[in-house]
């Protein structure tokens, strides 16, 4: 595991081991738009101010459309997650009554 870099936190502006503050979420992905991922640099900031930053982005308000769109997402996933399941046993299915006939005499 690597030093973390030491120089001033862009939010307090004090001298500590630095992080890349990244947000915690797949909403990039969908389209989605947040204060996070629109912003220009993404911030290096210290333990304490980092904490902050999570627990802001965590609280923040998720506007209705948007929650929409996530739950619509979330759909659609578990209903893939399904499908290639339910994929999975249909295969093992068919391999089965192939061995089960390959092992018939004839």
């Known amino acids: 595991m690597s030093t973390p870099l030491e120089a001033r936190c862009d939010h307090c ?3 500590r081991p630095l992080f890349l503050y990244e947000p915690d979420h797949d909403f990039h992905l969908t389209g ?3 204060e996070w991922c629109t912003r220009e640099k993404q911030p290096l900031l ?3 101010c980092w904490s902050t ?3 802001r982005e965590e ?3 998720v506007p209705a459309e948007d929650q929409a769109a ?3 997402l979330v759909r659609i996933c578990e209903a893939n997650r399904r499908y290639a399941e339910q994929t999975d046993a249909d295969r093992a299915t068919c391999d089965g009554i192939a061995q089960a006939t390959g092992d018939t005499p004839a």
């Open 13 to 15: 502006g004090q001298t």
């Open 32 to 34: 989605i738009t947040c």
């Open 46 to 48: 210290c333990t304490r």
């Open 53 to 55: 930053e999570k627990q």
């Open 59 to 61: 609280n923040a308000p």
């Open 70 to 72: 996530a739950n619509f």
